[in-house]
């Protein structure tokens, strides 16, 4: 049983309480087909990712290695150690940091979208990006790693947190409660955390300055193991909690006396999604920079898909995401090679096309 203001499992609110967009555009048979499509796309994606770059590695030499790094003498090297370091080491990493990270953002997107009943509701469009690029820059310029290897991601969820607050608080004092002025208090408190960002960079070493002004516009090349640890944790815990109270998402996606009636907190529980919400946006700024508009693409693109159904969006968003960001990384390191192109550049402009054509499109369906 679940008590009365604490948001439960699906079996707690039913999925009727979807949103009244399709809530189930394909059928069951055919909905297996494109999840066994999206998962091959990831692996296809991922192989690329190692396979592509300034120095080329042929398919079979990238799984070769990966096979004899799973199980040792399950295939006979025919490949240079430097070929082995490439597909191990760097690419490999590196591809798979683009695919937690892009799914990470793309299932922060698809949760704000229904907690806010925003369609333009995304991480960086918010805030909460700037947040944590804020907590990262003050933990990587000024205060030193304390805590290690977690000094980063912690500052940055703290910051990421922060700035939250800060939307619903500004939100709240200007009575901008409607979706539209929402995503205005958010852009405002964006421009507000990076100005105060930017001058702790002014401040900071101007050495390690340049390092930083290129890690905001989003980067993978620092890739490494170690580093996946973090994101794949956090990205995990969060994805099991949301599945869970997926029927609460729908509920809230139609609006808040809906879900009211059906025994949710309202605000206790928006408040918990916003700090979820937070904490992933803050690991994953924390270890890619800041890298926009991917949590506001993707969750559009897959209800077209899958329907409104928080139970199967979120996940097929986070799928969609990992390969959207694994080619868009792939693109970063190919336009101008050999120099890699930070991936926030290339994610901003497909982002803001496709902001303006859902603008246009909001506006014809009026």
Same mark, same amino acid.
């Given at each position: 049983?679940?008590?009365?203001?604490?948001?439960?499992?699906?079996?707690?609110?039913?999925?009727?309480?979807?949103?009244?967009?399709?809530?189930?555009?394909?059928?069951?048979?055919?909905?297996?087909?494109?999840?066994?499509?999206?998962?091959?796309?990831?692996?296809?994606?991922?192989?690329?990712?190692?396979?592509?770059g300034?120095?080329?590695?042929?398919?079979?030499?990238?799984?070769?290695?990966?096979?004899?790094?799973?199980?040792?003498?399950?295939?006979?090297?025919?490949?240079?150690?430097?070929?082995?370091?490439?597909v191990?080491?760097?690419?490999?990493?590196?591809?798979?940091?683009?695919?937690?990270?892009?799914?990470?953002?793309?299932?922060?997107?698809?949760?704000?979208?229904?907690?806010?009943?925003?369609?333009l509701?995304?991480?960086?469009?918010?805030?909460?990006?700037?947040?944590?690029?804020?907590?990262?820059?003050?933990?990587?310029?000024?205060?030193?790693?304390?805590?290690?290897?977690?000094?980063?991601?912690?500052?940055?969820?703290?910051g990421?947190?922060?700035?939250?607050?800060?939307?619903?608080?500004?939100?709240?004092?200007?009575?901008?409660?409607?979706?539209?002025? *929402? !995503? $205005? @208090? +958010?852009? &405002?408190?964006? =421009?507000?955390?990076? #100005?105060?960002?930017?001058?702790?960079?002014?401040? /900071? %070493?101007?050495?390690?300055?340049?390092?930083?002004?290129?890690?905001?516009?989003?980067?993978l090349?620092?890739?490494q193991?170690?580093?996946?640890?973090w994101?794949? *944790? !956090? $990205? @995990? +815990?969060? &994805?099991?909690? =949301?599945?869970?109270? #997926?029927?609460?998402?729908?509920?809230?996606?139609? /609006? %808040?006396?809906?879900?009211?009636?059906?025994?949710?907190?309202?605000a206790?529980?928006?408040?918990?999604?916003?700090?979820?919400?937070?904490?992933?946006?803050?690991?994953? !700024?924390a270890?890619?920079?800041?890298?926009? =508009?991917?949590?506001?693409?993707?969750?559009?693109?897959?209800?077209?898909?899958?329907?409104?159904?928080?139970?199967?969006?979120?996940?097929?968003?986070?799928?969609?995401?990992a390969?959207?960001?694994i080619?868009?990384?792939?693109?970063?390191?190919?336009?101008?090679?050999?120099?890699?192109?930070?991936?926030?550049?290339?994610?901003?402009?497909?982002?803001?096309?496709?902001?303006?054509?859902?603008?246009?499109?909001?506006?014809?369906?009026?």
């Open positions: 049983m679940t008590m009365r203001g604490t948001p439960g499992p699906d079996t707690a609110v039913p999925l009727l309480a979807a949103p009244p967009a399709r809530l189930s555009v394909l059928a069951r048979p055919v909905r297996a087909g494109v999840w066994c499509f999206g998962l091959a796309m990831l692996v296809v994606s991922l192989s690329a990712a190692v396979s592509i300034a120095v080329p590695v042929p398919l079979a030499t990238v799984w070769g290695v990966i096979l004899d790094r799973l199980v040792p003498g399950i295939v006979t090297p025919d490949w240079t150690a430097g070929r082995a370091a490439i191990w080491d760097i690419r490999l990493p590196r591809a798979l940091l683009a695919a937690l990270v892009g799914a990470g953002l793309a299932l922060v997107g698809a949760v704000l979208q229904a907690v806010t009943r925003n369609p509701a995304d991480p960086h469009l918010l805030g909460i990006s700037s947040g944590a690029a804020f907590g990262a820059i003050l933990a990587l310029l000024h205060t030193g790693m304390f805590l290690g290897g977690a000094t980063v991601p912690l500052l940055a969820f703290l990421a947190l922060a700035a939250t607050l800060l939307v619903l608080a500004v939100a709240s004092f200007a009575q901008a409660t409607s979706a539209d002025r *929402l !995503v $205005l @208090t +958010g852009v &405002a408190v964006s =421009f507000i955390v990076m #100005a105060l960002a930017n001058v702790l960079i002014f401040l /900071g %070493d101007p050495r390690a300055a340049h390092t930083v002004v290129f890690w905001m516009l989003g980067g090349g620092l890739a193991w170690a580093h996946l640890v994101p794949f *944790l !956090v $990205l @995990t +815990g969060a &994805a099991l909690w =949301f599945r869970m109270v #997926a029927g609460s998402l729908n509920a809230m996606n139609i /609006g %808040d006396e809906t879900a009211t009636t059906l025994g949710i907190a309202v206790r529980f928006r408040l918990a999604a916003f700090v979820v919400a937070a904490l992933v946006t803050g690991v994953m !700024v270890f890619s920079g800041v890298i926009g =508009f991917v949590g506001l693409m993707i969750p559009h693109i897959m209800r077209l898909v899958v329907g409104g159904d928080n139970a199967r969006l979120l996940p097929a968003s986070m799928l969609a995401g390969i959207f960001l080619w868009a990384d792939i693109a970063a390191r190919t336009i101008m090679r050999p120099e890699d192109m930070p991936i926030g550049i290339v994610t901003g402009l497909v982002g803001g096309l496709f902001f303006v054509w859902l603008l246009r499109r909001k506006g014809a369906q009026r």
